[in-house]
């Protein structure tokens, strides 16, 4: 089946610091996905891209979805104690379709 | 936006019994539903897709007849957990899509946390 590369898998920074996570993956998909889950709860979603070369803003977040739809990034500019958490980034290939997770990316921010 | 209740949070039971999760979509319809388990510090792994009014649609490796799923109502699904083993203990969370939404992203619900000793 498809799987997610999700990089990196844990990030240590300062507050106030950017943070750059993404995914790679070895087949397409036609939506990418990226939520935030905080510890014993479900993932929340923070953005959805839909077309190759996306690129959408969702707050401090942006994130897009690469040209060749195998790839996508997460941008945090000017991280906070609340941004920590479990990032996950996600694929679809049709619309309503059943979602493939990344392993996830850890984010502590040290205030 | 779209919420999905999740029921119970938590559940500790004995190891043979069995126990039921309830997803439930508080203000829209969701004609599928999606049951996912997470083991600590791993990823989502998808369990089934839940349709509403038909059988529930298995991941490989996944046995049917202990993840039980029904989906009777646009905005409910349950997954019952049958004959409960220590190694069912897991993280076992829900998603719908509002269908009545352009997003194609889902809402997860808060998740249950099953032990089984």
């Known amino acids: 089946g498809q799987q997610l590369n999700q990089s990196p898998q844990s990030m240590f920074i300062q507050e106030g610091e950017d943070v750059s996570m993404n995914c790679t993956s070895s087949s397409i998909f036609n939506t990418w996905l990226w939520y935030k889950q905080d510890p014993g709860e479900g993932p929340v979603l923070l953005i959805a891209l839909y077309k190759a070369g996306e690129l959408t803003s969702n707050g401090r977040l942006t994130a897009q979805f690469g040209i060749t739809r195998k790839d996508s990034f997460l941008n945090i500019s000017a991280s906070i104690p609340s941004d920590v958490g479990i990032y996950f980034c996600?694929?679809?290939?049709?619309?309503?379709?059943?979602?493939?997770f990344g392993d996830g990316t850890t984010l502590t921010v040290k205030p | 936006g779209a919420v999905v209740s999740q029921h119970p949070s938590r559940v500790i039971c004995k190891s043979g019994t069995s126990v039921k999760i309830e997803c439930r979509s508080l203000d829209f319809q969701a004609t599928t539903m999606f049951w996912y388990r997470q083991f600590p510090k791993q990823s989502l792994m998808l369990m089934a897709t839940s349709n509403e009014g038909s059988k529930a649609t298995y991941e490989q490796g996944v046995e049917k007849d202990k993840f039980l799923i029904n989906h009777a109502s646009l905005t409910l699904s349950t997954l019952t957990v049958t004959s409960a083993h220590p190694e069912d203990s897991s993280f076992y969370i829900c998603s719908a899509r509002d269908r009545g939404t352009v997003s194609y992203g889902y809402t997860f619900g808060s998740g249950t946390r099953l032990t089984v000793v």
């Open positions: 996600a694929g679809q290939l049709t619309n309503a379709g059943k979602s493939t």
